[in-house]
């Protein structure tokens, strides 16, 4: 069974619908992060928790917002959805008590918005 | 502010050849480097990493050294599978931080 799991895995909406992108992970790691993945620009974050009570805003933040529900879920959700949006979307995870740095990554959610 | 570039893709080798992606680096401090590797409809993964001037990261034939004088991290291997076709991805984590920040990706096409 995979340790970061997102659902769904695709998924169209149209402009202006609300949408929420979910992230489960059982690696029993703190720290999570959203990234958002475009062609030629690399993964750039958008948000990341270091612990239930604390969450960050990451390089480009605006329009979406996340929620921290437990350890384990970490949601991305895009209040009003616009085309500039559509991407490959990644959750992942990391333990900064192993003393490395390393992230582990979940699967992707591809959204498309028309 | 930080940052990683690399060079552009795509990448075409036939299998067998030498394979040279190049990775330079901008950052304060002395960050981690890293190279994650994404197959084809799946996440990143973590294909090797260096922590410190002069470490040698290697995994699965590949291997990158980090170069503190040249602020690079070059990912190299011998000889290339038609199964190593992928985009690769040159990393950075600031020291301290744990966040990563991530090039644009280079994308690998071995062809038998």
């Known amino acids: 069974d995979a340790d970061v799991t997102q659902t769904p895995r695709n998924r169209i909406t149209k402009t202006g619908k609300r949408i929420m992108l979910e992230c489960s992970q059982t690696k029993g790691h703190d720290r999570m992060y959203w990234y958002r993945q475009d062609p030629g620009l690399g993964l750039r974050l958008i948000y990341y928790s270091f612990d239930v009570k604390d969450i960050n805003k990451g390089e480009i933040s605006d329009g979406y917002s996340v929620s921290r529900q437990a350890q384990a879920k970490f949601s991305l959700s895009l209040e009003s959805a616009i085309p500039n949006q559509t991407a490959l979307y990644f959750c992942a995870t990391s333990d900064p008590r192993t003393g490395r740095d390393e992230q582990y990554f979940g699967p992707g959610t591809r959204l498309t918005v028309t | 502010g930080d940052s990683v570039t690399q060079m552009e893709g795509p990448v075409t080798l036939s299998e067998e050849a030498f394979l040279t992606i190049n990775c330079t680096y901008t950052?304060?401090?002395?960050?981690?480097l890293f190279w994650y590797v994404q197959y084809p409809g799946e996440g990143l993964q973590l294909l090797l990493k260096?922590?410190?001037?002069?470490d040698k990261g290697s995994n699965k034939g590949f291997e990158a050294t980090y170069r503190k004088e040249t602020t690079s991290f070059h990912l190299e291997k011998g000889s290339v599978q038609v199964s190593d076709s992928a985009v690769y991805f040159c990393a950075l984590s600031p020291g301290g931080y744990n966040k990563l920040i991530f090039g644009a990706g280079t994308r690998l096409a071995v062809h038998p």
């Open positions: 260096a922590t410190k001037a002069d």
């Open positions: 950052a304060t401090g002395y960050p981690s």
